[in-house]
């Protein structure tokens, strides 16, 4: 399954398509998924009862949705998911992510995908990543302060010393041998044997590392913990090329430490940082309210994301207001309910910012800046 990077969420913000469906399932890391599959069964009906009520025609909703018919009938697929799945489906896009975010169940049919959910994977709130190095295996994980969850790495990141430096390593440092002369002397002969050469080894393995998490993580910018030894670390530290590498290392074996623990000690490392940052953030809209350069008006938000003017936006969890903008005139109206011209404004607003290097935090209602509002705002320069 495909990694979700910053470029598909681009990709499938900036489509334009109709009858474009967004599903959300929670789902489980181990198991078959049962109950994860009866609401994307459920939630397939659903969109099958609003096609028919737009009177699409039986021949139209069949081929429409048999692709999703058969994610649902794979049931290999069900039992290799992380936290969350993700699905983004129309008759030009079928793409599919697991991803460690616990979601709400929900689904969305629109004339574009509903991608709301999906910001926090990237930004705001507490994402991190962990890279367990030791020289017989690797793995990486994705965390928040509420979770993790593993990425397979197979394709892109060696799963040890020796798939980075071929399988034969332990007989180049070390041969062995029994000479039949009527005492069991070992013989060892030294092809790279040395310690020079082993440290060779394991920067090799270690650059491949570095190279195959670089992939994985693009410019996404979130921070590193490294759960190593630390004379791996110190090594990893040389060649590393990743500009939010964490200072410090979960220190020991990985191979001896268990998910729950590594979890737990990476987010005491990162828990300041990130409640420092939220907090600033909060402190700036408190500042700038008194400038002028905020807003919590869906109107002006809109609008002022679209041109890139967003430099922080709020928005409550599980929010929607449903509307249109007419890029004509520009004008922004907003409607009682969801209908299948409109679409959540919300959302618009959070992907215009996102893609423009805004900030966005979704939050609790309590923990908004401004309580009286789904969504806050705080502008670059003052609103014209």
Sequence with gaps: MAIFSKQAFSNLAQSQEQEASSFYIPSLKSGDNDKARIIFKNQIQSIKKKMEAMKKGENYINGYTEPLYKILDDVIFWRHLSDGLAIFHSMKTHEKYSVPITFEAFHHLGNQFYLLPMISYFNGNGRFYILNISLNKTMLYEGSRDEIGRIHIEDQIPGSLEDSVGYDYQQKNLQFRTNQTGSNEAHFHGHGAGKDDKDKEIMQFLRAVEKGFIKIAGKSGKPLIVASVDDIFSKYKQINTYQNLHEKNISGN????????????????????????????????DNNQR???????????????????????????????????????????????????????????????????????????????????????IFRIHPK
């Design 254 to 285: 990985p191979d001896d430490l268990d998910t729950i623990f590594l979890h737990e000690k990476a987010w005491e490392l990162l828990k300041n940082k990130f409640s420092e940052l939220q907090k600033r953030a909060k402190d700036d809209y």
């Design 291 to 377: 400038k002028g350069t905020t807003s919590n008006d869906i109107r002006k938000i809109v609008y002022e994301s679209l041109n890139g003017n967003i430099e922080t936006l709020f928005v409550r969890k599980k929010a929607q207001i449903w509307g249109s903008y007419n890029h004509d005139k520009p004008n922004v109206k907003v409607d009682d309910q969801q209908n299948s011209e409109n679409e959540c404004l919300i959302d618009k607003s959070s992907k215009a910012t996102f893609l423009q290097g805004g900030n966005v935090f979704i939050e609790n209602k309590e923990e908004m800046p401004d309580k009286t509002s789904p969504i806050n705002a």
